[in-house]
């Protein structure tokens, strides 16, 4: 954009320096003065948004770029967020407040832009997602913990040599694999999906530690591989069966004779 600058008289003869602007389109006009609140008086504007209403204080030169910029910091929309209107119309950022009408307690109305409005809703929407997959892991992981100390319980039972019911290692399996099932039940994305993955693994590791006890507590008392064999206590009868003793031999005085004895 090109500029010049020429001497001019005004009609009631006070001279003064006039300076031009070379528009798009080659038109000649005269360039307008940058924005200064000092010398551009201040007009009040009231915004509308939504059951919302401001107040701005703005200069009247002022374009509706400038009055986003302000109403950034009222509303927390950013300037690429916000559509004004001025009777309906919806006005572009480098349009003037006083090419269009706007003058002091005029109305100009804000909307959100609708993309914007939906992208917040979907991220809100995210991140309640997002913290409902963080409290249902919170819970998972609270019910792990129990289930973990009955694990080591359970480990300690049998590296003690007691003999635990096989109803016992098919219990506490079950009770993780629920654990499992609700993990699996949870959308998660991001840290959240992370944090679901390292409960899977370690409810997963527990579920084998639990197939490995049961194995060695059936191991320990099949037969021939008794940890705490009960001593068996046999009865010794006079016949010498069942004692470590062979049977007493007759007397060697005894006399075996051939005298039958006649019956009727």
């Known amino acids: 954009m090109k500029t010049s600058s020429s001497k ?4 009631d003869g006070v001279k003064g320096n006039i300076d031009w602007e070379l528009r798009p389109g080659g038109m000649l006009v005269q360039k307008r003065k940058s924005l200064d609140s000092s ?3 201040m007009i009040k504007i009231k915004v509308s948004h939504g059951s919302y209403h401001h107040e701005l204080t703005v200069p009247a030169q002022s374009t509706f770029g400038h009055l986003k910029g302000v109403l950034a910091t009222e509303t927390g929309l950013e300037p690429k967020e916000q559509r004004l209107l001025v009777r309906g119309k919806e006005k572009e950022d480098e349009e003037w407040l006083h090419m269009v009408g706007v003058k002091d307690m005029s109305k100009v109305v804000l909307l959100e832009d609708p993309a914007s409005k939906e992208k917040k809703l979907e991220e809100m929407q995210k991140s309640e997602d997002t913290l409902k997959a963080w409290e249902a892991i919170s819970t998972v992981r609270t019910e792990v913990d ?4 009955k694990v080591v319980a359970l480990e300690t039972t049998v590296s003690d040599g007691t003999k635990v019911e096989d109803k016992e290692f098919a219990i506490l399996t079950e009770l993780l ?16 999906k992370a944090q679901r993955r390292f409960e899977v693994r370690r409810v997963q590791s527990y579920v084998d530690t639990v197939d490995n006890l049961k194995a060695r507590n059936c191991g320990a008392f099949s037969n021939g591989g008794n940890i705490n064999a009960v001593p068996v206590i046999w009865e010794a009868f006079e016949s010498g069966v069942g ?7 007759f007397p060697a005085t005894t006399v075996i004779t051939k005298n039958w004895e006649h019956f009727e």
């Open 8 to 11: 001019g008289e005004a009609n």
């Open 39 to 41: 010398s551009s008086p």
């Open 146 to 149: 129990k289930l973990h100390k």
């Open 177 to 192: 694999m629920v654990q499992l099932l609700k993990l699996d039940s949870i959308a998660a994305d991001g840290e959240a």
């Open 243 to 249: 004692s470590m003793k062979s049977p007493t031999p």
